[in-house]
């Protein structure tokens, strides 16, 4: 069957229900969606739907971006290159990262050309708000990120005002490290929700990127950012997040999450994940990420914090004070 159009006219199959929304013992609702696990030695063990297809990751490329911005000859470490890699929740040690990245090239707070908006984190926005505050630069997820870009270009000698430019040298190294990684050509740019370019790989591709993070020698661009992500994954998301909740309760695990649905992983000997939302809604996307890490083992291992995978498992779904359903895996879909 054909669906949709333009480059998902090429999509024959269709992907199949990935969460089931079930409320007082009745399914209301699912997301579909695709999922390509990984094992050590970067064979496919799980294939769900069409991880050959290509997505756009949008966050997920967020590391990648950063082993550009290094390989460019950002010096950048721990907590701020964490920061660089990371969407971040907008809170008050988030900022003061931010206008430290930007400080260190020179810059003010005026060159980033991300959007403003409020912090993600609810008490950082009920203390912005409370404050007399609005919408920021600053705080906007992706500031981090654009404030490394700018610095990259400053070390690198390149032009900050047209940093975004998709022919701008920086976005071109970047389009490098993604097929470099991924192992795949991009096959669309487009722009994200912050302004940068974006380039669209497989699934699968996503999860190769990322293994090769993890895998990659000590000191080199891609371990630096694997390594500061999972030192400080507070920093790559925030204090509240589930990336970071994930990323405590599973030794060696780097995550991150992307808009529309997508999440990617690697843990530290190589076996890999990521998952794309057919729909984009971001609330499967945590469940079906939890069902992968157990389909490829995770849950066993020595350190990991079962109770946590729990409790990320399902989203609850309340009626009134009650908890009365959740949101969950499909039964079964990962045993294919």
């Known amino acids: 069957m054909i669906i949709g159009a333009g480059n998902r006219e090429a999509v024959v199959e269709i992907n199949p229900v990935l969460v089931e929304v079930e409320r007082s013992g009745f399914v209301e609702s699912w997301h579909r969606g695709t999922a390509a696990g990984l094992a050590a030695d970067g064979s496919t063990v799980v294939r769900v739907g069409t991880p050959e297809e290509a997505i756009f990751p949008r966050s997920a490329n967020k590391p990648m971006q950063a082993v550009a911005m290094l390989r460019s000859g950002l010096d950048l470490d721990g907590a701020e290159l964490a920061l660089a890699a990371g969407s971040h929740s907008g809170e008050d040690f988030h900022v003061e990262g931010v206008e430290k990245i930007l400080a260190g090239a020179g810059l003010g707070a005026d060159a980033l050309r991300c959007p403003a908006q409020w912090p993600l984190d609810p008490d950082a926005y009920l203390e912005v708000a409370r404050n007399g505050g609005g919408r920021s630069r600053l705080r906007m997820n992706c500031s981090g990120k654009h404030a490394a ?72 661009p891609e371990r630096r950012v694997a390594d500061a992500m999972r030192t400080h994954p507070q920093w790559t998301s925030g204090t509240r997040r589930e990336e970071r909740r994930l990323m405590d309760a599973v030794p060696g695990l780097l995550v991150k999450c992307g808009a529309e649905g997508v999440d990617a992983f690697a843990l530290a000997d190589g076996r890999a994940g990521a998952v794309k939302i057919d729909d984009g809604a971001m609330r499967a996307r945590t469940p079906v990420t939890v069902a992968l890490l157990r389909a490829l083992g995770v849950a066993g291992a020595p350190g990991v914090d079962t109770a946590v995978l729990d409790e990320l498992s399902a989203v609850e779904l309340h009626g009134g004070d009650a908890t009365v359903g959740a949101i969950r895996p499909a039964p079964g879909v990962f045993d294919r």
């Open 149 to 220: 870009m700018l610095a990259a270009c400053v070390a690198a000698g390149w032009p900050t005002g047209s940093y975004l430019d998709a022919d701008h040298p920086l976005q071109a190294a970047v389009r490098a490290v993604v097929a470099d990684l991924s192992g795949e050509q991009p096959v669309a740019v487009g722009v994200d929700g912050c302004g940068a370019p974006l380039f669209a790989i497989s699934t699968t591709g996503v999860a190769r990127a990322f293994r090769a993070l993890v895998l990659a020698a000590p000191g080199t």
